[in-house]
């Protein structure tokens, strides 16, 4: 059965911190995405990876990076936690060549004060 | 106008009944369209895909109106089990990324 897993359900931090929010799947597949979603906006695109150490860039990437050192893993990264990046995130990963079909995580409900 | 745009809702039904919702995009050349079911507190997991005319899944029929630019979602014989966001995706032009819509709420009560 498809796996994707987050390091955290909830997490509190403080503004200025930085933050991790790890991703792992257990697909062995090659793309993967990390999304927010807030009420009335709906998901946006944060970045994607379509291979080990690449990254691409989605909707939304000011303020946040990421790193994808190997196949299964893909962090986000807040240099500088700010009260305006609470929310719920979420990662996904799809297979080559089924794109638009893509595995979430459970999310992380992010709160920055 | 949005790329994606839905009826947020919610739609509420009693059991058994059949409910439709719309949703609306804006890139015509769009080739390719999903539903996505997220129940509360949960992650978004694909329901259905339309291609072409539509696509039917048991209860689920899913329709394609590319004339006016939309697409549907029918579910027939509500269960309580239905309850949750539906969520419209789209294809962005010439690029890789997906467009969700925000979500149309389904409550069916007993």
């Known amino acids: 059965d498809v796996k994707v897993t987050q390091s955290s359900r909830y997490l509190v931090k403080r503004t200025g911190e930085k933050v991790f929010l790890e991703c792992v799947q257990d697909m062995d597949h090659e793309n993967m995405f990390w999304y927010r979603q807030d009420p009335g906006l709906g998901l946006r695109l944060i970045y994607f990876?379509?291979?080990?150490?690449?990254?691409e860039k989605g909707d939304i990437p000011e303020g946040y990076s990421v790193s994808r050192e190997k196949k299964e893993r893909f962090s986000l990264i807040l240099e500088s936690a700010s009260t305006n990046q609470t929310s719920m995130y979420l990662c996904a990963s799809s297979a080559p060549g089924t794109l638009y079909e893509q595995y979430f995580g459970p999310g992380t409900r992010l709160t920055v004060t | 106008r949005k790329e994606v745009e839905q009826d947020p809702g919610p739609f509420n039904v009693p059991e058994g009944a059949t409910v439709a919702f719309n949703c609306t995009y804006s890139?015509?050349?769009?080739?390719?369209f999903f539903w996505y079911r997220q129940d509360c507190r949960k992650e978004p997991k694909l329901l259905m895909s339309v291609y072409s005319s539509g696509n039917e899944d048991g209860r689920f029929t899913a329709q394609l109106n590319r004339a006016s630019q939309y697409i549907s979602l029918l579910i027939r014989d509500s269960k309580l089990s239905d309850s949750a966001t539906y969520l419209c995706?789209?294809?962005?032009?010439?690029?890789?990324?997906?467009?969700f819509g925000t979500g149309t709420r389904l409550q069916v009560f007993p």
């Open positions: 990876s379509y291979d080990v150490k690449m990254k």
């Open positions: 890139n015509s050349a769009s080739q390719s």
């Open positions: 995706v789209v294809p962005s032009y010439n690029t890789d990324k997906l467009i």
